[in-house]
């Protein structure tokens, strides 16, 4: 299920994008035995422990998509907001988004009945854990299941006026939002339950379209995500 005041499927009234079945148990376990190549089982995703390089590397990216790392503000819901390519702790992560690779290099977006389009995530459940969270949301929005570990580009972290969290459970004034890429495969329809998104297109498209698209009433850091995954993917991990 997805929040429906999430980042990336929320836009607000000005035009500018604000970041908007049961559990398929067999992909989470082929996520799982996935991830345990990199720990125990069952151990979270994020995060890891810092590498030698990890500062410089962090003022590289910066220094190539700075729309992407400019401090931002999502009026929806009175977020100061900073992207950066150190990752939050575990605890802060509301919401995960991947930009999904299949077919070679297209990315996978969806469409829902507003016609807005979007990469496939959304809001993480109580309890949830951050990848049972991403096989549970691909399913759900893109009928996609996850071929590989996702690799994890970096995370906004937010910070809130608001008097109370968007759930109960959810960390509060600051939370985090999630972003990875990982390929993919487009094997079935979206579930489209109830609660979340009508999604109505699943379409894998070229990188260059993929920013095309996404920048029809995104802000223009969107499409230095879509860049930033196609530049850390083509890297050697």
């Known amino acids: 299920m997805t929040d429906t005041t999430d980042a990336s499927h929320a836009t607000d009234a000005s035009g500018t994008a604000?970041?908007?079945?049961?559990?398929?148990?067999?992909?989470?376990t082929a996520v799982t035995a996935v991830t345990d190549t990199a720990g125990a089982s069952g151990a979270p995703l994020i995060p890891r422990p810092p590498r030698p390089g990890d500062a410089s590397r962090a003022d590289e990216l910066a220094a190539l998509f700075p729309a992407l790392h400019a401090p931002q503000y999502w009026t929806w819901g009175r977020y100061d907001a900073q992207f950066s390519t150190v990752l939050p702790p575990d605890e802060l992560v509301t919401n995960i988004h991947l930009v999904g690779f299949t077919d070679g290099d297209r990315v996978v977006l969806c469409r829902d009945d507003r016609n807005h389009w979007f990469l496939p995530g959304g809001t993480r459940e109580h309890n949830e854990s951050v990848d049972s969270c991403l096989v549970r949301e691909l399913r759900e929005e893109a009928g996609a299941r996850l071929l590989g570990a996702p690799v994890w580009l970096g995370a906004h972290r937010c910070v809130t006026d608001d008097p109370v969290p968007y759930r109960p459970w959810q960390p509060h004034p600051e939370k985090a939002w999630l972003w990875g890429w990982a390929d993919v495969a487009v094997d079935s329809v979206p579930t489209n339950p109830d609660d979340g998104e009508q999604v109505v297109e699943v379409r894998a498209v070229a990188p260059d379209e993929a920013r095309r698209l996404l920048l029809d009433g995104h802000e223009a850091w969107w499409g230095e995500l879509i860049a930033l995954a196609v530049e850390l993917r083509s890297r050697p991990r």
């Open 18 to 28: 604000a970041a908007g079945d049961a559990t398929d148990v067999a992909a989470v």
